[in-house]
């Protein structure tokens, strides 16, 4: 007989219906159960899953801050963020050594070889009349002249190499771009003409475009040194202007980004 009751309570709890609540026990039943003096009890909200501490193949930081109220993990400082702010990058070896520019004066006595250059293009102030604002460059391609505009109807005249014939160009350009000792890839057009050219050639005394750059707008086209100082005053490159190393530095360190530049 104790069997049948037992199988017959179980057939009952199995024919519940499917939506029928499962059987719990609430915060508020077991308040309602303490005496009525017993103070509420209140229970704490349940703690945020962790995520990506537990898996942390699923993406560490990121998953663990969708998941968690936890803020992403702070990533280690680069070596730029750990730099000190009053450190300055070590100048080039070469600078010291070409500051005085020993390849421009071999140039100008012919002592390397090569005809002098003429004394016309060496650096000088000059007067200079322009309507252009201090602080402007103006390339002047048929006399081979780079003018650096100061106050007062002056300015600072440097000799130059410009391109030759079916290479020169005019407009107006700013400086985009400085860069020191640069390394140098020649452009595709460039390549095409003259195939044996390296494909890269890294910054240093017999890298073309020698101590400095400046580059001018979106084009290939540079003001910038040269390891062949005997070209100045001449046709010779390929729409760049190529100074001598010392007069590259002096004018890349009077001028900034963001400089107008005047082609003529």
């Not at 801050?65 to 750990?82: I, M, N, R």
């Not at 309507?131 to 390339?139: N, R």
């Not at 390296?198 to 101590?211: D, E, H, K, T, Y």
């Not at 005053?233 to 530049?261: E, F, M, W």
Request: one cysteine or more; hydrophobic letters at 40%; aromatic letters at 8%.
């Amino acid at each position: 007989m104790r069997r049948i009751c037992v199988s017959a309570l179980l057939l009952s709890a199995l024919s519940l219906p499917a939506w029928a609540d499962p059987l719990a026990i609430t915060p508020n039943a077991f308040n309602a159960a303490q005496a009525p003096d017993a103070p509420e009890q209140t229970v704490p909200p349940a703690a945020p899953a962790q995520v990506a501490s537990a898996q942390p193949n699923l993406g560490g930081g990121f998953i663990q801050f969708l998941f968690g109220d936890a803020a992403p993990a702070a990533s280690a400082p680069s070596a730029e963020q750990t730099m000190p702010s009053n450190a300055a990058p070590a100048p080039a070896p070469q600078a010291d050594a070409l500051a005085n520019d020993p390849d421009a004066a071999a140039a100008a006595t012919g002592d390397d070889g090569h005809p002098p250059v003429d004394p016309k293009y060496d650096r000088q102030i000059v007067d200079y009349g322009t309507e252009e604002a201090p602080g402007t460059i103006i390339i002047d391609t048929p006399h081979k002249f780079l003018y650096l505009v100061e106050d007062g109807g002056k300015a600072m005249r440097y000799g130059i190499g410009v391109g030759r014939p079916g290479f020169t160009w005019a407009g107006v350009k700013t400086i985009t771009a400085k860069r020191e000792w640069p390394d140098w890839r020649p452009p595709v057009a460039m390549l095409k003409r003259q195939p044996e050219l390296p494909r890269f050639m890294a910054g240093g005394l017999q890298n073309p475009l020698g101590a400095r750059a400046m580059y001018l707008g979106s084009t290939d086209y540079r003001i910038h040194g040269s390891n062949e100082p005997w070209t100045i005053g001449q046709d010779v490159s390929s729409g760049c202007i190529r100074l001598r190393n010392a007069d590259v530095i002096d004018l890349y360190g009077r001028v900034k980004v963001g400089t107008k530049v005047v082609v003529m």
